[in-house]
């Protein structure tokens, strides 16, 4: 299924035990706040952080943000009970760590059997088994609530005993492949975090990759990474002017029924066109137009 275009530039994960960063997030400008029950939230504090998220759907005050909760694995104790509150509560989307296989994300939709139609669900990418099978559990879309990836660097990194080094060079396969699989089924895919939060400089770097390899926005640790996150994921000035000049250009009495023209001295075709369609809906969306 083909998503409708939601600004997802910024997401900001908040342990949803945590009442400061609760009240916090409904004043940021992220696009996405998840609601994390699983890796930030201690085990004694499980049961109260599912309490919370729950009233925090019920309570609302996200406006335009789009809510989403992370609940933990149905292989953990905590699972099935988070699954039923969150299916119960209905949030924008409802994230899953950890999944391995088709199986597994059957199973998360069937869990989420009673939750209503608006409630996607999204899966972690995070486990060394799932990266072989990135094509199998994308195409899952088709037949189950599935709309999203999130790369989860932090988990795979642990798993591969690979560096989290600045230049990200032994995950760039798997943004490349995560990517790939997402777009094949229409996916939302967002990237990992990065957890040097007081580094800007190294996070826009990050946040700059992810957008050069076409990811729709960046999951975030701290309200600091919000703004330079939105700025890198919007299109530019110079993108949203050859955006609108392709559009026009393909409008043109003498470029009618033409498959490949001229702008501004460069080639352009008609999937430069969808391109510039994309773009256009994107700033649409961002401005609250759509
Ligand atoms: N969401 C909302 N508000 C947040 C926040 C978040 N993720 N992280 C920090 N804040 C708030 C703090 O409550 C504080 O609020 P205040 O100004 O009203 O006092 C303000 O932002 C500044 O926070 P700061 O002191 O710089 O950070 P901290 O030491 O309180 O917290 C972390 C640092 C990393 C523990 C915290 O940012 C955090 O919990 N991040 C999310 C972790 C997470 O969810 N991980 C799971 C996915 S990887
Ligand atoms: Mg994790």
New binding site residues.
């Given amino acids: 299924m083909i998503q409708p275009i939601r600004p997802r530039r910024s997401a900001l994960y908040l342990p949803a035990s945590n009442p400061k960063a609760l009240a916090k997030a409904r004043t940021l400008p992220a696009d996405v706040v998840i609601l994390d029950l ?2 930030s939230v201690a085990p004694e504090h499980k049961a109260e952080a599912r309490a919370m998220a729950v009233v925090a759907v019920a309570e609302d005050g996200f406006g335009r943000r789009e809510l989403v909760i992370r609940a933990n694995g149905l292989g953990t104790s905590w699972g099935e009970d988070d699954l039923s509150a969150i299916a119960a509560a209905g949030p924008d989307a409802v994230l899953v ?2 999944v391995s296989s088709v199986a597994e994300v059957r199973a998360y939709d069937a869990a989420l059997a009673a939750a209503p139609a608006h409630t996607q669900l999204w899966i ?1 990418i ?1 486990t060394c088994a799932c990266l072989p099978l990135l094509h199998d559990l994308a195409a899952c879309a088709a037949e189950t609530r599935l709309s999203g990836f999130v790369l ?1 660097t ?2 795979l990194a642990k798993e591969m005993h690979a560096r989290l080094s600045p230049a990200r060079t032994p995950f760039l396969p798997v943004l490349t492949m995560t990517v790939a699989a997402a777009r094949a089924h229409g996916l939302v895919v967002l990237d990992g975090v990065c957890n040097e939060f007081r580094d800007l400089d190294l996070f826009r770097a990050e946040a700059e990759q992810g957008l050069e390899f076409g990811f729709d926005g960046k999951t975030l640790i701290h309200p600091d990474q919000i703004e330079p996150c939105n700025a890198v994921f919007s299109p530019s000035p110079a993108e949203i002017a050859w955006a609108e000049a392709v559009e026009a250009a393909f409008v043109l009495p003498e470029n009618a029924g033409k498959g490949a023209i001229k702008v501004d001295g460069k080639m352009v075709e008609l999937l430069h066109l969808d391109q510039a369609r994309r773009v256009l809906a994107v700033v649409a969306a961002i401005s609250g137009e759509t």
């Fill in positions: 699983e890796d760590p950890k972690m995070e989860g932090n988990d």
